[in-house]
């Protein structure tokens, strides 16, 4: 499956950090990590840190999948609002999945500071906003759903937003203080860096095939011939994830993207923010740390890749226009377009444990607008899924649930 399209921005902005062989020799480890891309990055440096032997591989050139494509806004707000998710898994599950991702930004940002990261990692707020007055309602009840659970928060009236950042027609929103932005892709490869330095094996261009299950370890086979044995394999595939679990999980989507030419100067108000509203699909936008506007949105089930790309251009128009709604001043002179699939849950919740059908393994799969947090989140849940110990969330972001 093609998870992008065009030109991502960090692709290009970054170009070939690394590169890694394909594995053609047969290999053993405690850990075999599926998918190189910022969840598998993840995942992989917390196996080295817990001391496992670990080895992580990808079809694709590194990261050169949907994490090449994110939009990498960091924020504990899931896609299903917090007085929403109350209702559909109780206040308990709402509550500690929202704090899990609160937690994961500043595990994030611990973790940028121990690689001696160089990807941007940034904090910022974030403001959840409405232009409709039929969601005002439903605004304010987040907004206190939120304040009650002990999030910093803060309801600001349409002058207030308006003053603050420039935009105009909105007529509420929710400020919290809990948000950041980082270069993914970049922070992907420092990861993998870092940790082959610390023994981690990588092997990209080399796709997994086959799997045969023992009672204390699996054999895989890749599509060249390799083989390697390992006591568990932990599956770091996102949406791809569809076509090889045989069940109705999670439905796919396409979302777009536009990353205008650097402007610092006009985009200064929006600096130390990340925006998204109400609308559905929901449009979304940051700035990046060379000083440029990424937005994005219009969201629509994915199609075959082909039929999406074709909607670029299209999709690019729409996104402007609304754009131009809310900074009327601004002119947006478009540099990098592109569309990546992500994909959504019942609940905005992750699917993070084991499955009946896949012996000696364990699943990280983020969707939504949280996979970056959610994979943090993941780290934990791995780790004690090797050590065979309880996760708090398991219940919650497991299987057939």
């Excluded at 929403?84 to 599950?93: A, N, R």
């Excluded at 001043?329 to 699939?341: H, I, K, L, M, V």
Aim: net charge negative; with cysteine; hydrophobic share 35%.
């Amino acid at each position: 499956m093609d998870l992008k399209s065009n030109e991502p921005f960090w692709l290009v902005k970054n170009g070939l950090l690394a590169s890694y062989p394909s594995l053609k020799s047969d290999e053993e480890c405690d850990v075999l990590i599926v998918g190189a891309g910022i969840t598998g990055s993840l995942i992989a440096h917390q196996m080295i840190k817990d001391g496992y032997k670990t080895i992580i591989i990808d079809k694709r050139e590194i990261c050169n999948g949907s994490t090449s494509a994110t939009t990498s806004m960091l924020q504990y707000e899931i896609d299903v609002a917090l007085h929403q998710l109350k209702e559909k898994i109780g206040t308990v599950g709402a509550v500690k999945s929202y704090k899990a991702c609160s937690k994961s930004i500043d595990d994030l940002e611990k973790i940028a500071l121990e690689i001696g990261s160089e990807a941007g990692f940034t904090r910022k707020s974030s403001l959840y906003f409405t232009n409709e007055k039929k969601d005002i309602t439903y605004l304010y009840k987040e907004f206190e759903s939120r304040k009650a659970a002990g999030f910093q928060v803060e309801w600001l009236d349409q002058e207030h937003i308006q003053d603050k950042y420039g935009l105009e027609q909105t007529l509420g929103g929710i400020l919290s203080d809990q948000g950041a932005s980082i270069d993914a892709f970049k922070f992907a490869h420092e990861l993998l860096a870092f940790n082959f330095e610390k023994g981690l094996q990588i092997f990209d261009k080399t796709e997994l095939e086959s799997v045969k299950h023992r009672d204390d370890f699996s054999e895989v086979t890749t599509i060249n011939g390799s083989k390697i044995k390992t006591k568990k394999i932990i599956y770091c595939i996102g949406y791809e994830s569809n076509e090889l679990i045989d069940e109705d999980f999670v439905n796919l989507k396409s979302t777009f993207a536009i990353v205008s030419e650097v402007d610092e100067a006009n985009i200064s108000k929006l600096n130390k923010t990340l925006f998204w509203n109400t609308d559905e699909p929901y449009l979304y936008m940051r700035t990046t740390d060379d000083g440029r506007l990424l937005i994005g949105g219009g969201d629509e089930d994915f199609r075959n890749p082909e039929k999406r790309d074709k909607m670029i251009a299209k999709k690019e128009k729409e996104t402007i226009k609304t754009l131009c709604k809310l900074l009327p001043e601004y002119e947006f002179y478009t540099d990098f377009t592109w569309a990546g699939t992500f994909g959504e849950t019942k609940d905005g919740l992750p699917y993070i444990g084991t499955h009946k059908k896949f012996k000696n393994s364990y699943f990280v799969l983020g969707f939504g607008g949280n996979g970056i947090t959610f994979s943090v989140t993941g780290m934990e849940m791995a780790s004690n899924f090797m050590k065979n110990e309880e996760h708090p969330l398991t219940e919650f972001f497991k299987f057939e649930r």
